[in-house]
């Protein structure tokens, strides 16, 4: 693609980033446009020169956090005339949202959403050569915008989105509004940029969707995610292949064997629950029982040794009885996750459950919601406990980030390991004895 390129070595951007690695990968989409019109990206947000946040709108503390944001830009544009604001992001493709923003913070230049984040170079250069104020929200199409540059944040790990948005419309998430209708990309273009991470060095790649195993609906070629994996799996020098995210209702038997047949898919599983109350999930539109759950996770974790299982769930969902959370603990023991993330139920407007009676109160909820994160842990725990001497494959990223004289690294199921090592062995994947579990990660040494 080619870009208005300017001289502005000199100039500096700042991309802050909320929600999830869908925003990440847009994140770094932007901060490879930025690069090839010129600029370079610096730490500090007082020294930029174009200020981006890309923001999401999945929870309404996802909200606050923008507005406060926002807000402390105020008096940063006053003392730096030139300074240009941009805010993109889910929040954006909310009805009324852009506006009011626009509103509230007269001094954002540039409103744009998700559906457009590829014209982001031509506002720019409308505010640079004609001082507009720029607000254009698209609705989503069938197209894939192919080809953009992407400054990848890591030189080893690269997230590679190969599905957009997605059809379900789980009563509480506001994703399908803001992401549209599901969308897939040829596998050809995908298979061919994980080849150019390879050649890059890259060897770990998370394939990216809201829902993995809808992919290649509607292409014209005869695939599906199983397939899709079996291509990613005989790419060479890719050495690791994790996914996210996988729906309950859809996860087949096709994609355990797949699982269990690609030496490089690694042994890790995310499989949001959201509840274990059939009642519940049934008011959320999952489309699957607690039973139908628990058969699948029994078939995996006896098919494929060493796997690491981990889920979503949702505390406080309106009409959530003592009775249901306590299906929703029993289903945790029961499954033993490695690790779960764990929201309060946080109204959206526009979704199914906006309007349902019985919304839960907020100290309910938050009592729930420690309960919860108390039996995770201690799950979590007891599981990290059991690496106690045992030896396990990490690709090693880097220095640990609290502790730098020591490395930091995943195992193929996704824990953490910080160990003292190599530092040679950075970008590798090297043994590592497992000599001190904690509850959050795992602390070793190379041998
Ligand atoms: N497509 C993925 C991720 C969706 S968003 C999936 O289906 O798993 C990530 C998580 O946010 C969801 O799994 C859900 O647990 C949580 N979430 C979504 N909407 C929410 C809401 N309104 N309140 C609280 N948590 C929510
Ligand atoms: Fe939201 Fe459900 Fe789609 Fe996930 S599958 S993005 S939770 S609607
Ligand atoms: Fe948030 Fe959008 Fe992701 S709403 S969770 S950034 S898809």
Not at 156 to 178: E, H, R, S, W
Request: charged fraction near 30%.
């Amino acid at each position: 693609m080619n870009f208005l390129q300017t001289n502005k070595k000199d100039k500096l951007y700042f991309i802050e980033t909320w929600g999830c690695q869908m925003n990440e990968e847009d994140s770094e989409k932007l901060s490879g446009m930025l690069i090839s019109m010129g600029y370079s990206s610096c730490e500090n947000r007082n020294d930029a020169d174009i200020i981006i946040f890309n923001t999401c709108c999945v929870r309404e503390n996802a909200e606050l956090k923008v507005h406060g944001n926002l807000g402390q830009l105020k008096g940063l544009k006053k003392s730096k005339k030139d300074l240009i604001i941009a805010v993109c992001g889910c929040m954006m493709q909310q009805k009324g949202i852009p506006q009011e923003i626009s509103k509230k913070y007269p001094f954002v230049d540039i409103i744009f959403g998700t559906h457009n984040l590829h014209k982001f170079p031509e506002y720019l250069n409308r505010v640079l050569m004609n001082d507009e104020r720029i607000l254009e929200i698209e609705a989503g199409s069938d197209e894939i915008i192919e080809g953009l540059t992407i400054d990848r944040k890591s030189s080893l790990k690269a997230f590679v989105t190969i599905m957009y948005g997605c059809d379900n419309f789980c009563t509480y998430c506001i994703v399908p509004q803001v992401r549209g209708r599901e969308k897939s990309r040829k596998s050809e273009d995908i298979i061919n940029e994980i080849r150019e991470l390879a050649k890059d060095g890259y060897k770990e790649i998370t394939l990216l969707g809201q829902n993995v195993n809808s992919y290649g609906k509607g292409l014209e070629e005869d695939i599906d995610f199983p397939k899709l994996l079996k291509k990613v799996n005989e790419v060479d020098g890719i050495e690791r292949i994790r996914y996210m995210t996988s729906h309950p209702k859809d996860f087949s038997d096709d994609l355990i064997e797949v699982m269990k047949n690609c030496d490089k898919v690694c042994s890790q599983l995310h499989l949001p629950v959201q509840s274990g109350s059939n009642r519940i999930l049934r008011v959320m539109n999952r489309h699957y029982k607690k039973e139908e759950y628990l058969d699948k996770i029994k078939k995996i974790k006896s098919l494929i040794p060493d796997l690491a299982i981990t889920t979503d769930i949702i505390v406080g969902f309106p009409g959530e009885t003592e009775e249901d959370f306590e299906e929703t603990l029993d289903l945790v023991r029961e499954v033993r996750y490695d690790s779960a993330f764990m929201f309060l139920y946080s109204n959206r407007k526009f979704t199914g459950a906006d309007m349902m009676p019985n919304q839960i109160p907020d100290e309910v909820k938050h009592k729930r919601f420690n309960r919860l994160v108390e039996t995770v842990n201690q799950i979590c725990a007891e599981i990290n406990k059991t690496y106690e001497g045992k030896i396990v494959k990490v690709l090693v990223e880097g220095n640990s980030k609290n502790d730098e004289t020591k490395l930091s690294g995943r195992t193929d199921n996704g824990k953490l390991v910080n160990f003292i090592g190599d530092k040679n062995s950075i970008g590798k994947i090297v043994d590592v004895k497992i000599t001190n579990p904690k509850s959050f990660s795992l602390e070793g040494e190379q041998i």
